[in-house]
C-alpha cells in the first residue's frame, strides 16, 4: 500500500504541483514564495522516499526477526536543513514560511494518500 501511496504522491507532486508551482514563479509578482514553496515540496519528496524505504527496511527486518532500524529522523532533518539553506543563498531573501509551507504541503498530502488507499485496503478493493 506504501509503494502505491508514494506512485500517486510522485504523479499528483509531478503533474499538478509543480506546474501549478512554476506557473507562479514565472508569471506573478510573488516568484520568491513558489520557488520557496517549490524547493520545499523537493524536500518533502525526498524525506517521503527516505522515510519509504526505511518503512520498507523495518518490514523486511521484523519478518527476518532482525534488530529495526531507525526511520533516518537525522537525513530528513538534515534535509530540510540543507534546502533551507540553499533557498538562502539562491535567493538572498527570507522567503522561510513558503518553504515551510511546501514541506508541510508534501507532508499534508501524503498522509492524505495513505488515509485515501488504506481505506480503501480496508473496503477490500484492489489498487
Do not use: D
Amino acid at each position: 500500500m506504501i509503494h502505491f501511496a508514494f506512485k500517486v504522491f510522485l504523479k499528483q507532486i509531478t503533474f499538478y504541483i509543480f506546474p501549478v508551482l512554476t506557473g507562479g514563479w514565472v508569471l506573478t509578482p510573488f516568484s520568491t514564495h513558489f520557488f520557496g514553496a517549490a524547493i520545499g515540496i523537493l524536500v518533502s519528496v525526498y524525506c517521503m522516499w527516505v522515510l519509504g524505504r526505511r518503512i520498507n527496511k523495518i518490514e523486511e527486518r521484523i519478518v527476518a526477526g532482525k534488530r529495526m532500524p531507525s526511520l533516518g529522523f537525522l537525513n530528513r532533518s538534515a534535509a530540510a536543513v540543507l534546502g533551507a539553506i540553499i533557498l538562502y543563498e539562491l535567493e538572498h531573501q527570507m522567503v522561510m514560511e513558503a518553504f515551510a509551507a511546501g514541506i508541510l504541503g508534501g507532508y499534508f498530502l501524503m498522509t492524505i494518500n495513505l488515509g485515501y488507499y488504506s481505506m480503501q485496503e480496508a473496503n477490500g478493493k484492489k489498487f
